[in-house]
């Protein structure tokens, strides 16, 4: 059975300061790997989806990166922002394996000081 | 264009009562995926339904029971209200069976009392 870990479960860093969360998982036959933000009581946003031939992938100030074979994968935000206060999650897609589903981690609730 | 669509995004039960769910996937989306997810955890998988099959159940109880329409829209429906289903319902909408990235809703908080 798949299981995610995210370390650290919250993070509270001043404003202007690169950032790093992560992400492990036990099942490497994974079909991609995708980590989304969630804002207290919303649903869930997408911001990067690595497949899993891929080592990483960038969307402006977010980097993501894929080990597949060590089951570990990093959320790098740089120039941090208030407005990236946030619950981050990271899921990996197990439809390779056959499951047709996501298993998540618990998150990293990241504060962002003024 | 639409996003994933739900509703009600709130609604409060009573134990005992049944409920009903509804998700619209983002057009051309085929696969409708539902997760539950209750305060400070990870969202858990419920099911998964492509083409109108059922490609997929998580660990939950025989109370849960969904279906997807002829249009891939979907319901989730719970019976015998428990005070533990008390969570936000979350539904996903991808292309395909898998592989190919999820896009959730903003939800659906149900209250059971």
């Known amino acids: 059975k798949q299981e995610v870990t995210q370390i650290p479960a919250a993070l509270s860093v001043p404003e202007g300061e690169n950032l790093v969360l992560n992400c492990s998982f036990t099942d490497s036959a994974i079909y991609n790997l995708q980590w989304f933000r969630q804002d207290p009581g919303k649903g869930l946003t997408s911001l990067l989806l690595?497949?899993?031939?891929?080592r990483e992938q960038t969307s402006g100030r977010l980097n993501a990166s894929l080990d597949k074979s060590s089951g570990r994968s990093t959320l790098y935000i740089a120039a941090s922002q208030p407005g990236d206060s946030a619950t981050y999650l990271c899921?990996?897609?197990?439809?390779?394996?056959?499951?047709?589903?996501?298993?998540f981690g618990k998150g990293t609730k990241l504060s962002v000081i003024p | 264009d639409a996003g994933v669509t739900q509703s009600p995004t709130h609604l409060i039960k009573t134990r005992g009562q049944h409920v009903t769910l509804r998700c619209s996937p983002i057009s051309g989306h085929k696969s409708v995926s539902w997760y539950q997810q209750v305060l400070g955890q990870g969202p858990q998988f419920i099911f998964q339904?492509?083409?109108?099959?059922?490609?997929g159940r998580g660990n939950f109880p025989d109370r849960f029971s969904a279906r997807q329409f002829p249009n891939y829209s979907s319901e989730l429906n719970v019976n015998a209200l428990l005070l533990g289903d008390s969570a936000l319902y979350l539904c996903?909408?991808?292309?395909?069976?898998?592989?190919?990235?999820?896009?959730f809703g903003s939800g659906t908080r149900l209250t059971v009392v």
């Open positions: 339904y492509y083409e109108k099959e059922e490609r």
């Open positions: 690595i497949q899993s031939s891929q």
């Open positions: 899921a990996v897609d197990d439809s390779g394996a056959g499951s047709y589903q996501l298993t």
């Open positions: 996903a909408s991808s292309l395909g069976a898998g592989g190919y990235g999820y896009t």
